[in-house]
């Protein structure tokens, strides 16, 4: 059997962010969030014995942990980059409708985890 799927996500995160300061210009950002995340617009094809298209659409409940270094790009610590690793575990059993001809997907499962590099660019806004 052969799948292609497309799926989108959008969640709504919260949870505790730490700062360790490393030197003056560069920190250890540790953080753990949770939240609520959205699947929609996902589409599976799949062929073989049967073939079709499924709609899935979901939610639940997700997750990441990870650790980003902080450098500062200038001496008024304005500018910032972060480089990181982060482990996300979210796994959504999406409702499947429409299109799916002849199989059954009740179990099916679409999963997000696994681990994520971050690359991130901060500009401060009226730090004062």
């Known amino acids: 059997m052969l799948f292609r799927s497309e799926q989108n996500t959008v969640g709504l995160l919260a949870g505790p962010?730490?700062?360790l300061p490393v030197t003056d210009g560069v920190n250890l950002d540790l953080y753990v969030q949770g939240g609520y995340y959205f699947l929609f617009g996902g589409v599976t094809n799949f062929s073989g014995n049967h073939s079709g298209t499924a709609y899935l659409d979901g939610s639940d409940f997700g997750g990441q942990a990870g650790l980003d270094v902080?450098?500062?790009?200038d001496d008024e610590k304005t500018w910032a980059l972060d480089l990181g690793v982060a482990y996300r575990r979210l796994v959504v059993n999406p409702t499947v409708h429409g299109g799916a001809s002849g199989y059954s997907l009740p179990g099916y499962q679409v999963d997000f985890s696994g681990f994520k590099s971050v690359l991130g660019f901060r500009f401060y806004v009226d730090k004062d």
Do not use: I, N, T
């Open 17 to 19: 962010r730490f700062l």
């Open 70 to 73: 902080e450098a500062f790009l």
